[in-house]
Antibody, heavy 122, light 111 residues
Framework: EVQLVESGGGLVQPGRSLRLSCAAS????????MHWVRQAPGKGLEWVSG????????GYADSMKGRFTISRDNAKKSLYLQMNSLRAEDTALYYC???????????????WGQGTLVTVSS | QSALTQPASVSGSPGQSITISCTGT?????????VSWYQQHPGKAPKLMIY???NRPSGVSDRFSGSKSGNTASLTISGLQAEDEADYYC???????????FGGGTKLTVL
C-alpha cells in the first residue's frame, strides 16, 4: 500500500523558514517523480513544485521560485521542501504527491498524503 | 485566479448524468493529452479519477469518464450517486514555466 506521510508544518512568523518532509513507503520511491501541492483554507489546489526521479529535472510555480527548494533523498525514500521568506499567503495544507511517471512531463498525481498544515502569521 | 476555468458548482439528481467542463489554452489542455481529474471530499486528500484525458485508474467506477475537445476537457459522471457529492478539480501539464496548472474546482451537489 502506497503511503505518503508529511511532517514539518506548523506556525511560523512572516519572513522565517520551514522545512517540510515526506516519508514514502509501499512503492519503489526512486522510480517516480514527486510533487508538492498546496491548498489554502477553503480554496482550491495549487501545484507548488515537482522533482523527477533522479533530481535531474525540477520545477516550481512562479510564485515560489527563488523562495522554495524541493529535494529528495532516494536512499531515505524521502521528499523535502525548504520554504524561505514565508508570507501570509503561503498559509496552506501542503500535500506530498506521487507522480504516475518518472519524469515531470505529463503530470498525473496518483497518490496523495494527508497533508501538513503551514500557518504563516505574526 | 486559476489557470484553468471550471464552473463553481453543478448539481444533479441521483441516477442522472452531469458534465464538468475545464477550459484552458493551447499551452495546456489544447497542447497535450495530460489532463487529469481529482475528487476531493471534505477534510480528505484528493483522489485521482481520470488521467491522460480519458483513462481511469484501477478501482475507479466506470461511471466516471473524461474527454477533451480543443482547449476544453470534460468530466462526465453517469448514474449519479450520493457519494459522488464532492469537489472536483481538473489539472493539466503546461508548457509555461509553471509545469502544472489546476482548475479552481467544481462543487458537485447530488440533490
Amino acid at each position: 500500500e502506497v503511503q505518503l506521510v508529511e511532517s514539518g508544518g506548523g506556525l511560523v512568523q512572516p519572513g522565517r523558514s520551514l522545512r517540510l518532509s515526506c516519508a514514502a513507503s509501499g512503492f519503489t520511491f526512486d522510480d517516480y517523480a514527486m510533487h508538492w501541492v498546496r491548498q489554502a483554507p477553503g480554496k482550491g489546489l495549487e501545484w507548488v513544485s515537482g522533482i523527477s526521479w533522479n533530481s535531474g529535472s525540477i520545477g516550481y510555480a512562479d510564485s515560489m521560485k527563488g523562495r522554495f527548494t524541493i529535494s529528495r533523498d532516494n536512499a531515505k525514500k524521502s521528499l523535502y521542501l525548504q520554504m524561505n521568506s514565508l508570507r501570509a499567503e503561503d498559509t496552506a495544507l501542503y500535500y506530498c504527491v506521487k507522480d504516475k511517471h518518472f519524469i515531470l512531463t505529463g503530470g498525473t498525481f496518483d497518490y496523495w498524503g494527508q497533508g501538513t498544515l503551514v500557518t504563516v502569521s505574526s | 485566479q486559476s489557470a484553468l476555468t471550471q464552473p463553481a458548482s453543478v448539481s444533479g439528481s441521483p441516477g442522472q448524468s452531469i458534465t464538468i467542463s475545464c477550459t484552458g489554452t493551447s499551452s495546456d489542455i489544447g497542447g497535450y493529452d495530460y489532463v487529469s481529474w481529482y475528487q476531493q471530499h471534505p477534510g480528505k486528500a484528493p483522489k485521482l479519477m481520470i488521467y491522460d484525458v480519458s483513462n481511469r485508474p484501477s478501482g475507479v467506477s466506470d461511471r466516471f469518464s473524461g474527454s477533451k475537445s480543443g482547449n476544453t476537457a470534460s468530466l462526465t459522471i453517469s448514474g449519479l450517486q450520493a457519494e459522488d457529492e464532492a469537489d472536483y478539480y481538473c489539472s493539466s501539464y503546461t508548457s509555461s514555466s509553471t509545469l502544472r496548472v489546476f482548475g479552481g474546482g467544481t462543487k458537485l451537489t447530488v440533490l
